[in-house]
């Protein structure tokens, strides 16, 4: 797998938290710099999702076989109690079941086997309404105007849904709380710590926290938008540079960034989940 050399807000996020978090796990020196890759992997891994490609670049050169390629809601029955850990970084937000991701990484998992994932919870909020509006021009609202993309859990609802259907509170939260932003993301962790322990984990991590993508230039965050944007596939190949162009210089100028700074960025939520399938 070739990872990006374009800028990525997940790549080093994503190295130091599985160093800090996992250092044990892996086995073997680490640098004591957050760099995995003077880190000597041990036991059999599973990795749901590739996201960005850095984290599954850093495991290839492990060298590490691939068994095969499987849905993370359905995994073989062949591979129960196989594995020491299952890993995903910046791939399970766009999985909507993910008490079917849960229950499968639980079946997979040796007892004592450790879970760790981050996800994109919410993206940056200024971005959305801008490219509802570059999607509505010519010539980009003929390829646009009919699709419905996949969105971000908290920037589509499915929070909410989540929250009804594995808080342990259920119906009784109030619709009230889960409109405040603040409150919606505490009732969230709260029924995503429940839905672990129902599904097996012992809870070691699980927060939001903020993650920050910088680019030096216009360039580097066109590269980085390009990596994830779904509406581009919609755009005919030779078109879809203009596109990205168009959808990110509009962004500048509406968040009032000053390409002359070196200070582009764009604010995401990451889910960072750390659990540990329980023994007997």
């Not at 800090?20 to 000597?40: F, I, V």
């Not at 709380?177 to 984990?201: I, N, S």
Request: charged share 25%.
């Amino acid at each position: 797998m070739r990872r990006s050399d374009s800028c990525s807000v997940f790549q080093e996020w994503a190295l130091d938290f599985v160093h800090r978090s996992l250092a044990k796990e892996l086995g073997g020196p680490t640098t004591g710099t957050g760099d995995l890759r003077q880190t000597a992997m041990t036991g059999d891994v599973l990795d749901l999702g590739c996201g960005d490609g850095s984290v599954s670049a850093w495991i290839a050169t492990r060298k590490l076989p691939v068994a095969r390629l499987a849905s993370a809601t359905e995994l073989p029955d062949e591979w129960r109690d196989r594995f020491d850990m299952v890993l995903s970084f910046t791939a399970l937000h766009w999985v909507r079941d993910h008490a079917a991701v849960l229950r499968q990484a639980h079946k997979v998992l040796k007892p004592g086997g450790l879970l760790a994932f981050t996800m994109v919870l919410a993206g940056p909020r200024e971005f959305t309404p801008v490219l509802d509006i570059v999607a509505a021009l010519a010539p980009w609202r003929d390829h646009l105007q009919h699709y419905a993309p996949p969105t971000y859990p908290a920037n589509s609802g499915w929070t909410e849904e989540f929250i009804l259907a594995h808080h342990p509170g259920g119906c009784r939260v109030g619709e009230d709380e889960v409109q405040d932003e603040q409150r919606r993301q505490q009732l969230f962790v709260e029924a995503y710590r429940h839905l672990l322990t129902r599904c097996g984990f012992e809870v070691e991590t699980l927060e939001v926290v903020p993650a920050k993508a910088n680019a030096d230039n216009a360039e580097e965050l066109k590269q980085f938008v390009a990596q994830w944007l779904p509406h581009k596939q919609r755009i005919p190949e030779p078109q879809q540079e203009a596109f990205i162009d168009e959808v990110v210089d509009a962004y500048l100028r509406h968040t009032e960034q000053s390409r002359a700074k070196g200070e582009l960025h764009m604010w995401f939520d990451l889910l960072q989940v750390k659990a540990r399938k329980r023994a007997g």
